[in-house]
């Protein structure tokens, strides 16, 4: 049987409805013996839970002060760049130069979470052209990393992180107290 032109271009209006008419199926809950539950028992466990995102305590993030926020934020950049040390130098090195050392795939993880700072900084106040600047140090950061071992040297060495959080403390110390 062959369907008309106006089937291939134009379905037709009752094989594009939803099924059911979209009407939700609404009816009573049988078990396999024929007894009906009604909708107040069928999850009893679950009748109390809830997420409520607005709740402070729900969010362990958000009722930091602004100080709180950019002590995480500086934690979080030696985390990255300086938290470790070559034995018998003193080269310091973090989590950044690790990571990075899985091709593409570590600089992207990587790249991301200095992205992140740079958001946090940007909902501290920081004005567009700090972040500007702190964006421009991770574009470097991210591309010259991408090269495999000269840019896993230049990752321990260049610190964007360290310099981010640096320059957002320097903004942050200028501007008044309220």
Same mark, same amino acid.
């Given at each position: 049987?062959?369907?008309?032109?106006?089937?291939?271009?134009?379905?037709?209006?009752?094989?594009?409805?939803?099924?059911?008419?979209?009407?939700?199926?609404?009816?009573?809950?049988?078990?396999?013996?024929?007894?009906?539950?009604?909708?107040?028992?069928?999850?009893?466990?679950?009748?109390?839970?809830?997420?409520?995102?607005?709740?402070?305590?729900?969010?362990?993030?958000?009722?930091?002060?602004?100080?709180?926020?950019?002590?995480?934020?500086?934690?979080?950049?030696?985390?990255?760049?300086?938290?470790? *040390?070559?034995?018998?130098?003193?080269?310091?090195?973090?989590? #950044? /130069?690790? &990571? %990075?050392?899985? +091709? $593409?795939? =570590? !600089?992207?993880?990587?790249?991301?979470?200095?992205?992140?700072?740079?958001?946090?900084?940007?909902?501290?106040?920081?004005?567009?052209? *700090?972040?500007?600047?702190?964006?421009?140090?991770?574009?470097? #950061? /991210?591309? &010259? %990393?991408?090269? +495999? $071992?000269? =840019? !896993?040297?230049?990752?321990?060495?260049?610190?964007?992180?360290?310099?981010?959080?640096?320059?957002?403390?320097?903004?942050?110390?200028?501007?008044?107290?309220?």
């Amino acid at each position: 049987m062959a369907m008309p032109e106006d089937d291939i271009f134009m379905p037709h209006a009752a094989r594009s409805r939803p099924p059911f008419g979209g009407a939700q199926a609404r009816g009573k809950v049988i078990d396999q013996d024929g007894r009906e539950f009604s909708d107040a028992t069928l999850h009893p466990q679950f009748e109390g839970f809830q997420f409520d995102f607005r709740n402070a305590s729900a969010n362990p993030f958000g009722n930091l002060t602004r100080e709180e926020r950019l002590a995480r934020l500086e934690m979080i950049a030696k985390l990255l760049d300086v938290a470790f *040390i070559v034995p018998g130098t003193n080269v310091r090195y973090g989590i #950044d /130069g690790l &990571i %990075g050392l899985i +091709p $593409v795939v =570590g !600089d992207i993880i990587t790249t991301a979470i200095s992205l992140w700072l740079v958001r946090e900084a940007r909902l501290l106040g920081a004005p567009w052209d *700090i972040t500007a600047r702190m964006l421009a140090n991770v574009a470097v #950061d /991210g591309v &010259i %990393g991408m090269v +495999p $071992v000269a =840019g !896993d040297a230049f990752d321990v060495m260049f610190r964007a992180n360290i310099r981010n959080v640096r320059m957002l403390r320097r903004w942050l110390d200028k501007q008044p107290r309220i």
